[in-house]
């Protein structure tokens, strides 16, 4: 409720192709206990079945190779940056799709290492040094191709580092 005036707090009216209010981008291995809260106090916190969060295990046909598609069905992406995240081949899809739709971003840092947390220094380091909310326009040619399967690599953006994809994110 607010406080001003005591009035529930709803979420916005989504409109299509919007399906849901929050993407919840993780890693599996150090996020998924942490990603099942903050959704549970999240709808603890609206009107029940007001507020559509997209939680992967929570979908029952989820389409792994359709991530980009829930992130264009969705309204805000929260990135759970916690250790892995970052060389996960998905959450970069996820991050780097958000980024190219203009998704809002939210981020949310675990402070307890043996949770998986990593320190703001540490975002930083493994995202490389960034001054705005934009793709490395050098490397869009390449994560294009990456998209058509034309490329192959085992990182996340092929052979090279991470790009600039956040801003006065942190």
């Known amino acids: 409720r607010y406080v001003r005036n005591h009035m529930e707090v709803r979420p916005r009216t989504l409109h299509p192709p919007l399906k849901y209010h929050i993407f919840l981008s993780h890693v599996w291995g150090t996020g998924q206990d942490q990603a099942r809260i903050i959704k549970e106090r999240l709808l603890e916190s609206f009107p029940p079945s007001s507020l559509e969060i997209f939680l992967d295990v929570d979908e ?9 598609g ?19 081949t998905n959450c970069m899809r996820e991050l780097r799709h958000a980024v190219k ?18 320190t703001v220094d540490e975002i930083h380091q493994q995202l490389g040094t960034c001054h705005a909310l934009i793709l490395n326009e050098a490397l869009l040619p390449e994560l294009e191709a990456e ?20 801003a006065e994110w942190l």
């Open 147 to 166: 998209e058509d399967g034309s490329t192959a690599g085992s990182r996340p953006f092929g052979s090279a580092p991470p790009p600039c994809l956040i």
């Open 101 to 118: 739709t203009s998704k809002q971003l939210i981020c949310v840092v675990e402070p307890e290492a043996k949770k998986g947390g990593l």
């Open 60 to 68: 029952p046909n989820l389409q792994i190779g359709d991530l980009e």
């Open 70 to 88: 829930y992130i264009d069905k969705t309204d805000v992406v929260l990135v759970l940056a916690t250790r892995g995240y970052f060389e996960s």
